[in-house]
């Protein structure tokens, strides 16, 4: 298995611009999780799906922020209008309810810099 | 005031030391626990999880303490490659599966 893959590795943007970053669980997981990462805040719950159904979008910091599961092998979290403060690492995770320890496995995360 | 409180360290220690890390957590409601390692640039990954009873794998001891609400890792003979941060994990009955995480100890193993 490939594991949590996420895309871009990387990104760029102007502040005002919209981004999108993708994620495809590993495949069986029924759940899968956006978290942020900022030094001063360290890893943050944004939202979590639990067989494609959002659950819990309470960490989702304002209307600027939507994620969407359209399937069970696809999630996007989109940012419009970015801005500076947004810079930080994005990870998606996915795990399913039958394994030991719930089964977590990270992506490799989006670091996205909002210039 | 984040749910779960570490000391962000640096602890830095020399080859061979043993090093203690603390954590405490305030929702009461928590019912599993992990430690988590993450290197630089990396994602966390799994290191083990922390049972009311205590749990070692290999140099590495978790001990939970319910009643003060309080979790540790010992780490015997360190190596160089236990250079990393760790990361203080709870998960609470009224928060589905999702992971609470605590902003990490950074530990620097020198030569």
């Known amino acids: 298995d490939a594991g949590v893959i996420q895309s871009p590795r990387h990104e760029v943007t102007e502040m005002g611009q919209e981004v999108t970053l993708r994620c495809k669980p590993i495949?069986?997981?029924?759940?899968l999780f956006w978290y942020r990462q900022t030094m001063m805040r360290g890893l943050e719950l944004l939202i979590y799906?639990?067989?494609?159904?959002?659950?819990?979008d309470s960490g989702m910091p304002e209307d600027r922020f939507s994620a969407k599961m359209p399937n069970a092998s696809f999630s996007t979290l989109k940012i419009q209008p970015s801005e500076p403060r947004d810079s930080a690492v994005y990870f998606c995770a996915s795990s399913w309810t039958g394994a030991n320890n719930y089964g977590y496995t990270f992506g490799s995360g989006t670091r996205l810099t909002v210039v | 005031r984040k749910e779960v409180e570490q000391d962000p360290g640096p602890f830095n220690v020399p080859e061979g030391a043993t090093v203690a890390f603390n954590c405490t957590y305030s929702?009461?409601?928590?019912?599993?626990f992990f430690w988590y390692r993450q290197d630089c640039r990396k994602e966390p990954k799994l290191l083990m999880s922390?049972?009311?009873s205590g749990n070692e794998d290999g140099r590495f001891t978790a001990q939970l303490n319910r009643a003060s609400q309080y979790i540790s890792l010992l780490i015997r003979d360190s190596k160089l490659s236990d250079s990393a941060t760790y990361l203080c994990?709870?998960?609470?009955?009224?928060?589905?599966?999702?992971?609470?995480f605590g902003k990490g100890t950074s530990l620097l193993v020198t030569p």
């Open positions: 495949s069986g997981h029924d759940y």
């Open positions: 799906f639990n067989n494609n159904v959002p659950i819990d």
């Open positions: 929702n009461s409601a928590s019912q599993s």
């Open positions: 922390v049972y009311s």
């Open positions: 994990v709870v998960i609470n009955s009224n928060s589905g599966y999702a992971l609470n």
